[in-house]
């Protein structure tokens, strides 16, 4: 019977282990940044880490604020929730220049 309790009990302290480890990828992978991550993220980030994501994004700080708009407005399209913000950026970015360069 002692042998019986020694292995239910290392079997629950296993699953328990199992379930901790589970836990901890299930949490890690929900923190994406927002560089990396789709717009539907970037409609619920504060104000001060989408300029700080568009600056990682574009390397300057120029235009940082009409890049927010930009990926901001991209963020309200119907069927944009999938693109990623990088993708959004890069299509701000180029529109940004090529108003520039009228």
């Not at 980030?45 to 700080?61: M, P, W």
């Not at 927010?68 to 069927?79: D, W, Y």
């Amino acid at each position: 019977m002692n042998f019986i309790k020694t292995h239910i009990k290392f079997i629950i302290g296993i699953l328990a282990l199992g379930l901790v480890a589970f836990v901890f990828f299930v949490s890690m992978r929900t923190q994406n940044n927002l560089e990396e991550g789709e717009l539907r993220n970037w409609l619920s980030a504060s104000d001060s880490r989408r300029a700080a994501a568009v600056e990682i994004l574009a390397g300057t700080s120029e235009n940082t604020d009409l890049m927010v708009a930009c990926i901001s407005k991209m963020a309200t399209l119907p069927e944009a929730s999938k693109v990623k913000v990088r993708d959004a950026a890069s299509l701000c970015a180029v529109g940004i220049a090529l108003r520039d360069n009228k």
